[in-house]
């Protein structure tokens, strides 16, 4: 078994784990039904659930609107929206935006550290826009209660304050003129956690029962691709675990999606950005998922009804994370007591290796500032590390080529007898010292590394817009050359099959040079289909992250330097173990 061989079932094996891993465990370990004979309680009707089928989106991968016409109105209703009197501005290091007073809202925040596009000139990611825009996005704090009137969605509540910055928190306060004062104390940290205490002061005669609740709601219309390996949508844990199992065809299809367990976080999750509320600690609360309409959803978060004595007060602390999906940013949280936050980010079943690849790759950029040349080092340091597994398999590969003369006269003599045959070819690999399977082992050392750094290149926003050389601007995106439309000289944008970029032409004739240097193969098949693998291959993976394309040009040219070392190095032991006076390596 030679070394292309060897790295085309790699390529092949990690493409299956990419694609088909997920799909088989969910059969093989399915995940728990939603609990579905879950009580009913009393829930914040702001908006009604109608009949309405799910429209048809199209999402790309990072999601935002895609429709020209969207874009327009959105930009239109913004500047409307935004200019709107009582607003109260939010200005902290990481986040940027304002309060809505009308309804208690958290409906503006946009995202300093995080441009739109890689243009240099691109605004900041915008995460939550107000309701009735096309890309509606926002938090909002309330009560339901019995016996007691209570804010709604049109209230509009003092603000004093401002603006909200670590240090700097706001007020809003509101009297219903029945004995109840509502407030809501909003402050901010230096990353993207909002905390919002929300206190009712029972002043009246009589005693009121009082639920505080949040919600996020939000437009599917925004939303990026779910997928076998990128989860999309509705996510939380519950009971210290992160439920993943739900997109928004599932909410929208029940109505109502109820997670069992008590939770401890719940929101919306995109491939880079999460909105998600926190309940207070010890508090007891519950959450669910709701469709609101065809492609508006919630994710809501309620605590238990108390009842409130007269002269007394309910107070209730939630967190609302609105944020970029940064590991270490939401490791932090978990760290301070937000149960798997980090895991937010969906790194799979495979975490356990994705991890201390990323912690690498993110040192290698801290060393060299550029993550393509980190890329290219994380190569190196791998292909280190697997030199000594791949001299032994250039040992293994020798031994085989020296005694394939035998193996092809056994072949022929008992070419009938399929018992026989593997019973001398046992014979022969005893004698010869032959073990047919070493030459596997780097595929399985591989295939965790392929899986790993393509796992990173999807999800860590930390690669987002990274650029390396010349016109690759974005790591994380394909390769945005196209050798078919002449690198734009045709106004056409090729079908994925055929977007075949510079990065993967120069991977396929890196390939194709790793099985030129190597002997041919003696069966006239496995030649054909040797010779065709890198020009398949080549159009298989254009469309997958240039860096990762990056990191196999990398793997493929040290292949190259390592198999010319060690070919020339074995390359004599061959011949001494074919001379016919020789039947032992030296």
Same mark, same amino acid.
């Given at each position: 078994?030679?070394?292309?061989?060897?790295?085309?079932?790699?390529?092949?094996?990690?493409?299956?784990?990419?694609?088909?891993?997920?799909?088989?465990?969910?059969?093989?370990?399915?995940?728990?039904?939603?609990?579905?004979?879950?009580?009913?309680?009393?829930?914040?009707?702001?908006?009604?659930?109608?009949?309405?089928?799910?429209?048809?989106?199209?999402?790309?991968?990072?999601?935002?609107?895609?429709?020209?016409?969207?874009?327009?109105?959105?930009?239109?209703?913004?500047?409307?929206?935004?200019?709107?009197?009582?607003?109260?501005?939010?200005?902290?290091?990481?986040?940027?935006?304002?309060?809505?007073?009308?309804?208690?809202?958290?409906?503006?925040?946009?995202?300093?550290?995080?441009?739109?596009?890689?243009?240099?000139?691109?605004?900041?990611?915008?995460?939550?826009?107000?309701?009735?825009?096309?890309?509606?996005?926002?938090?909002?704090?309330?009560?339901?209660?019995?016996?007691?009137?209570?804010?709604?969605?049109?209230?509009?509540?003092?603000?004093?304050?401002?603006?909200?910055?670590?240090?700097?928190?706001?007020?809003?306060?509101?009297?219903?003129?029945?004995?109840?004062?509502?407030?809501?104390?909003?402050?901010?940290?230096?990353?993207?956690?909002?905390?919002?205490?929300?206190?009712?002061?029972?002043?009246?005669?009589?005693?009121?029962?009082?639920?505080?609740?949040?919600?996020?709601?939000?437009?599917?219309?925004?939303?990026?691709?779910?997928?076998?390996?990128?989860?999309?949508?509705?996510? *939380? !844990?519950?009971?210290?675990? @992160?439920?993943? $199992?739900?997109?928004?065809?599932? %909410? +929208? #299809?029940? &109505?109502?999606?109820?997670?069992?367990?008590?939770?401890?976080?719940?929101?919306?999750?995109?491939?880079?950005?999460?909105?998600?509320?926190?309940?207070?600690?010890?508090?007891?609360?519950?959450?669910?998922?709701?469709?609101?309409?065809?492609?508006?959803?919630?994710?809501?978060?309620?605590?238990?009804?108390?009842?409130?004595?007269?002269?007394?007060?309910?107070?209730?602390?939630?967190?609302?994370?609105? *944020? !970029?999906?940064?590991?270490? @940013?939401?490791? $932090?949280?978990?760290?301070?007591? %937000? +149960? #798997?936050? &980090?895991?937010?980010?969906?790194?799979?079943?495979?975490?356990?290796?994705?991890?201390?690849?990323?912690?690498?790759?993110?040192?290698?950029?801290?060393?060299?500032?550029?993550?393509?040349?980190?890329?290219?080092?994380?190569?190196?340091?791998?292909?280190?590390?697997?030199?000594?597994?791949?001299?032994?398999?250039?040992?293994?590969?020798?031994?085989?080529?020296?005694?394939?003369?035998?193996?092809?006269?056994?072949?022929?003599?008992?070419?009938?007898?399929?018992?026989?045959?593997?019973?001398?070819? +046992? #014979?022969?690999?005893?004698?010869?010292?032959?073990?047919?399977?070493?030459?596997?082992?780097?595929?399985?050392?591989?295939?965790?590394?392929?899986?790993?750094?393509?796992?990173?290149?999807?999800?860590?926003?930390?690669?987002?817009?990274?650029?390396?050389?010349?016109?690759?601007?974005?790591?994380?995106?394909?390769?945005?050359?196209?050798?078919?439309?002449?690198?734009?000289?045709?106004?056409?944008?090729?079908?994925?099959?055929?977007?075949?970029?510079?990065?993967?032409?120069?991977?396929?004739?890196?390939?194709? +040079?790793?099985?030129?240097?190597?002997?041919?193969?003696?069966?006239?098949?496995?030649?054909?289909?040797?010779?065709?693998?890198?020009?398949?291959?080549?159009?298989?993976?254009?469309?997958?992250?240039?860096?990762?394309?990056?990191?196999?040009?990398?793997?493929?040219?040290?292949?190259?330097?390592?198999?010319?070392?060690?070919?020339?190095?074995?390359?004599?032991?061959?011949?001494?173990?074919?001379?016919?006076?020789?039947?032992?390596?030296?």
């Amino acid at each position: 078994m030679d070394n292309p061989r060897n790295l085309m079932l790699a390529a092949v094996l990690s493409i299956a784990l990419l694609f088909g891993w997920e799909f088989v465990v969910d059969r093989m370990y399915p995940v728990a039904e939603v609990a579905t004979d879950a009580p009913r309680r009393t829930v914040v009707a702001v908006e009604r659930l109608t009949d309405e089928a799910p429209a048809k989106i199209k999402r790309t991968r990072e999601g935002g609107l895609q429709d020209a016409q969207d874009l327009a109105l959105e930009q239109k209703d913004l500047a409307a929206d935004l200019t709107a009197p009582g607003r109260v501005k939010i200005d902290a290091p990481e986040v940027v935006g304002s309060i809505n007073p009308v309804g208690a809202r958290i409906d503006d925040v946009e995202l300093k550290s995080h441009r739109e596009t890689v243009a240099k000139n691109s605004g900041p990611v915008r995460l939550f826009s107000p309701a009735g825009t096309p890309a509606q996005q926002f938090a909002q704090f309330g009560w339901v209660g019995q016996g007691v009137k209570v804010p709604d969605a049109n209230t509009v509540w003092q603000a004093s304050g401002g603006p909200l910055a670590p240090g700097k928190p706001v007020t809003l306060t509101w009297d219903n003129g029945q004995g109840q004062l509502f407030t809501i104390r909003f402050t901010i940290d230096d990353q993207y956690m909002i905390t919002a205490e929300q206190t009712m002061a029972n002043t009246s005669a009589a005693p009121v029962l009082a639920q505080p609740y949040a919600f996020i709601n939000r437009t599917s219309r925004t939303a990026s691709q779910d997928t076998w390996t990128v989860h999309s949508g509705p996510i *939380g !844990a519950f009971a210290g675990a @992160v439920d993943f $199992s739900n997109n928004y065809d599932d %909410v +929208a #299809k029940a &109505g109502e999606v109820t997670p069992a367990g008590a939770p401890n976080w719940v929101g919306f999750t995109d491939i880079y950005w999460l909105s998600a509320l926190v309940p207070q600690d010890k508090a007891a609360a519950k959450a669910d998922f709701r469709a609101v309409d065809s492609e508006h959803y919630r994710a809501d978060l309620i605590y238990d009804p108390v009842t409130v004595p007269a002269g007394k007060a309910l107070s209730r602390t939630t967190r609302l994370f609105a *944020g !970029a999906k940064e590991s270490e @940013v939401l490791d $932090s949280y978990e760290d301070a007591g %937000v +149960a #798997k936050f &980090g895991l937010a980010i969906d790194w799979g079943w495979f975490r356990w290796f994705e991890v201390p690849i990323f912690w690498l790759l993110k040192h290698l950029y801290q060393l060299v500032g550029n993550f393509g040349l980190a890329i290219i080092l994380l190569t190196f340091v791998i292909r280190g590390l697997m030199f000594p597994v791949a001299q032994k398999q250039f040992a293994s590969m020798a031994q085989m080529r020296a005694v394939q003369p035998k193996m092809k006269a056994l072949q022929e003599r008992y070419k009938d007898d399929k018992q026989q045959l593997s019973q001398e070819m +046992a #014979k022969l690999y005893k004698e010869e010292k032959v073990n047919p399977l070493t030459g596997c082992l780097p595929i399985f050392i591989q295939i965790p590394v392929f899986f790993a750094l393509y796992k990173t290149l999807q999800l860590s926003v930390e690669m987002r817009h990274k650029p390396f050389l010349l016109w690759i601007d974005d790591l994380s995106a394909p390769d945005p050359s196209h050798i078919v439309n002449l690198f734009g000289l045709l106004h056409f944008t090729p079908p994925t099959i055929l977007g075949l970029g510079v990065l993967g032409l120069v991977y396929g004739l890196t390939m194709w +040079a790793t099985i030129r240097i190597n002997p041919s193969a003696m069966d006239p098949t496995q030649q054909q289909i040797m010779s065709l693998m890198p020009w398949v291959m080549m159009f298989a993976i254009s469309s997958w992250p240039a860096g990762f394309l990056l990191y196999w040009i990398a793997s493929n040219m040290l292949t190259l330097t390592q198999q010319s070392y060690l070919s020339s190095k074995y390359s004599k032991f061959e011949r001494r173990r074919e001379s016919p006076d020789r039947t032992a390596p030296p």
